[in-house]
């Protein structure tokens, strides 16, 4: 039995997640990325309504509690999958290092699978896998917290896919394969779904030329698109809301001129020395923070996070003052 387990696949799936993720590990402390603002408020937000036992279309504890929708319209199923992972986890570096051992690790088996499906062997099939995990698309999730690295992990599930459209013989098990898989990526990101179904359209029309019955070959394609839909409602349809429901519609006005412009060396056409006197006080305010860094305390902070539970090792409590604010 255990020359039949793959050890070469259980080595690098234990090894290669922890060698990407080592400088979080080596430094004791989390990357907040360009992303991770957005996304770790709309995971608390999951973790908050799933201890409260209060699920809401809204979003009840985060974004300045301003009843925003958000989690609906951005992977909601997914979401709480990862506020459930954030219960689990009680800090934000134990959960980033769950989250990027499980992200890094379903991008290895997933290209993994894939290149074996198409005839390579195990050791090119692994190999594979370790250089598309490597790759800014999915490796890029370590430094900016982007959604989309996520979905790329999964990405490689549409290969067999490609292969069965390129021979253009399609049965149920394939048709039901494809519609599960287009819809699971739905579930992570519907900006992945518009980049890959691009990618099946060559071999899809491959494969209806070749087709012995192409009737049949088109009318399970149909049906796996039709699963899809139905599959990715609970993301589609509240994006169609939000583009369709015209009783609060975007503010129409240029806002920029109205804006203070703070941070800028020149002050060339501003309305007012408001402007001015803003900058200066924003500067100080700066200045102040790296002066006094050292002596944040948590929860005696005038500016409302404790540095060490952010980045460090603190418990859960301590850091839901920054992300729940």
């Known amino acids: 039995m255990f020359k039949r387990v793959n050890w070469q696949l259980i080595l690098v ?4 997640p922890l060698v990407i993720m080592s400088p979080i590990l ?4 989390a990357l907040l990325g360009v992303d991770g603002y957005f996304h770790y ?3 608390f937000e999951a973790a908050m309504q799933l201890r409260d036992r209060n699920l809401s279309f809204l979003n009840l504890y985060t974004f300045q509690q301003a009843g925003r929708i958000v989690n609906q319209v951005y992977s909601p199923l997914v979401t709480y999958f990862f506020g459930a992972l954030l219960l689990l986890a ?9 989250t990027l051992y499980i992200v890094y690790a379903l991008g290895i088996l997933r290209m993994y699978f894939a290149a074996t499906k198409v005839g390579l062997t195990k050791r090119w099939a692994l190999s594979l896998g370790v250089i598309y995990t490597s790759s800014a698309a999915v490796y890029g999730f370590v430094f900016g917290a982007t959604w989309k690295s996520i979905a790329l992990a999964i990405v490689p599930m549409v290969i067999p896919s490609l292969v069965h459209l390129f021979e253009g013989h399609f049965n149920w098990r394939r048709t039901v394969y494809l519609g599960v898989v287009i819809a699971l990526l739905a579930q992570f990101q519907v900006l992945t779904v518009a980049i890959v ?4 359209l060559p071999f899809f029309a491959h494969g209806v030329w070749v087709a012995q019955a192409k009737l049949r070959f088109l009318g399970r394609i149909v049906l796996a698109a039709i699963l899809a839909i139905v ?3 609970n993301t589609i349809m509240p994006l169609a809301e939000v583009y369709r429901n015209t009783l ?8 920029v001129p109205q804006t203070s412009p703070i941070f800028q060396p020149m002050y060339t056409g501003v309305n007012s020395n408001s402007d001015i006197v803003i900058s200066v006080m924003a500067f100080l305010l700066l200045g102040m923070t790296i002066a006094f860094w050292k002596k944040i305390e948590c929860g005696n902070s005038i500016y409302g996070y404790c540095r060490h539970c952010l980045f460090g090792g603190g418990d859960f409590t ?8």
Do not use: D, E, H
């Not at 799936?13 to 290669?16: A, G, S, T």
């Not at 609060?248 to 806002?255: F, G, L």
């Open 318 to 325: 301590c850091t839901v003052a920054l992300v729940g604010n």
């Open 231 to 233: 599959l990715s409602l």
């Open 90 to 98: 009680g800090t934000w570096y134990k959960f980033q290092i769950l």
């Open 197 to 200: 179904l691009p990618m099946l």
């Open 41 to 43: 408020n709309r995971i």
């Open 26 to 29: 080596f430094n004791g402390t």
């Open 13 to 16: 799936v234990l090894i290669v």
């Open 248 to 255: 609060i519609s975007p503010v129409a006005m240029n806002m």
